[in-house]
């Protein structure tokens, strides 16, 4: 699984639709060209902001094929920075767990609400850390239903819990 990097990168997911929403979290995704046709010399062409002629729209930020994951917990929902980076690591985590079902594409988990700090007063508190994981493995559950789930590659037994009825 790649990682989101760069702004354009992170802008062109977001442009392509929300795909699923729980109480704190959206999932963003933006279906990449399968087709696999990069220029030659394009492959490790600078992504920054301007680097990119602007014919070849969105798929030119996306070199490598697969599943690509950016996670977006802003200051305003998540005020302590023990707070924001635990929760990506969570959004890393079970983003792994899903990447074989999960279709080609640029998906961005975005964080659109805060957690009480009366219920989670510990920044990195394990019901914090399960709430969380919980409500990601909610999101990314029907994400991959909806995606129709094709791939049949080996599911953790964590993921499978997610998508059990």
Do not use: C
């Amino acid at each position: 699984m790649q990682r989101l990097k760069t702004r354009p990168q992170f802008q062109a997911a977001m442009a392509g639709g929300t795909v699923s929403r729980t109480a704190h979290f959206a999932l963003h995704r933006l279906v990449l060209d399968t087709g696999g046709s990069t220029p030659a010399g394009q492959a490790n062409a600078p992504t920054g902001p301007g680097s990119l002629p602007s014919t070849q729209g969105p798929q030119a930020l996306f070199a490598v094929q697969g599943v690509w994951l950016g996670a977006m917990v802003p200051k305003r929902w998540a005020r302590r920075a023990v707070t924001r980076n635990t929760i990506k690591r969570q959004i890393y985590t079970v983003g792994a767990t899903f990447e074989a079902r999960l279709p080609q594409a640029a998906h961005v988990v975005r964080l659109r609400t805060a957690f009480d700090r009366k219920q989670f007063v510990s920044a990195t508190s394990d019901q914090l850390k399960q709430a969380v994981r919980a409500e990601l493995l909610q999101l990314f559950g029907y994400a991959a239903r909806r995606s129709g789930g094709a791939v049949s590659a080996p599911v953790s037994p964590l993921a499978a819990e997610a998508v059990a009825p």
